[in-house]
């Protein structure tokens, strides 16, 4: 069973508009949520995280909104840039010492100009 | 510059061969990762490590060993029992006293023929 989906494979929009991209989950010990980005071949960088005490965190262009009774989680992009492009994986975690975290199937974003 | 290096980026194995990834973090990370990403798949957790000369078993061990002789190097043996290795690895480490947030490397492509 997948604790953490990304129902939606791949997402495209334009540049200057605004990408959401949703995650689900389904463990409710997890406290913790983080979004990578990764660019084919290479590793994924961290993005934005949020903590399960809060429901929103804002950086830049980027912000992440949770809903806890949901256990639904979005990141938002404003505006979207064709440098955006790239696949973005949503993870979580209890956040219990050294605990791996989970990640999503990810959701490939395309921003064209 | 601090970070973790992935050696070889591109490996070629034939059938019935072990082959070993090389995984180094200059961090000073206690817990170190193995992913495998496959096409639509996301991040899947291998091995992991908290502590040097301990390390732990994710969803898809099947297939692989790992060692954690010192806290630097935590390298990844995919044997000949993996029934599809062909794929990208990637390593991760963090701080067990952090947030949760994993540091990746640059990857590996494996590719057996």
């Known amino acids: 069973d997948q604790q953490v989906k990304q129902n939606s494979p791949s997402l495209s929009v334009q540049e200057g508009r605004i990408s959401i991209l949703n995650c689900d989950y389904t463990?409710?010990?997890?406290?913790?949520f983080l979004w990578y980005k990764k660019y084919p071949a290479e590793g994924p960088t961290f993005l934005i995280s949020?903590?399960?005490?809060?429901d929103k965190n804002e950086d830049g262009r980027f912000t992440v909104f949770l809903n806890k009774s949901a256990k639904h989680l979005s990141l938002h992009i404003v505006p979207s840039q064709p440098g955006d492009s790239a696949v973005y994986f949503c993870?979580?975690?209890?956040?219990?010492?050294?605990?791996?975290?989970?990640f999503g199937k990810g959701t490939t974003l395309s921003v064209s100009s | 510059d601090g970070g973790i290096t992935q050696s070889p980026k591109y490996l070629f194995r034939k059938e019935g061969q072990n082959v070993t990834l090389s995984c180094e973090q200059n961090?000073?990370?206690?817990?170190m990762y193995w992913y495998r990403q496959d096409p639509g798949q996301g991040l899947r957790l291998i091995y992991y490590s908290q502590i040097v000369n301990d390390f732990q078993k994710g969803d898809i061990a099947e297939g692989y060993s790992v060692s954690r002789e010192k806290k630097e190097s935590f390298p990844l043996t995919v044997t000949s029992a993996q029934k599809n290795p062909t794929a990208f690895y990637l390593c991760?480490?963090?701080?067990?006293?952090?947030?949760?947030?994993?540091?990746f490397g640059e990857g590996s492509r494996l590719t057996v023929l």
């Open positions: 991760a480490s963090s701080s067990t006293s952090g947030t949760g947030e994993l540091f």
């Open positions: 463990n409710s010990m997890f406290d913790y």
């Open positions: 961090l000073n990370h206690d817990a």
């Open positions: 993870a979580a975690t209890d956040n219990q010492a050294g605990t791996a975290l989970i």
């Open positions: 949020i903590s399960s005490i809060k």
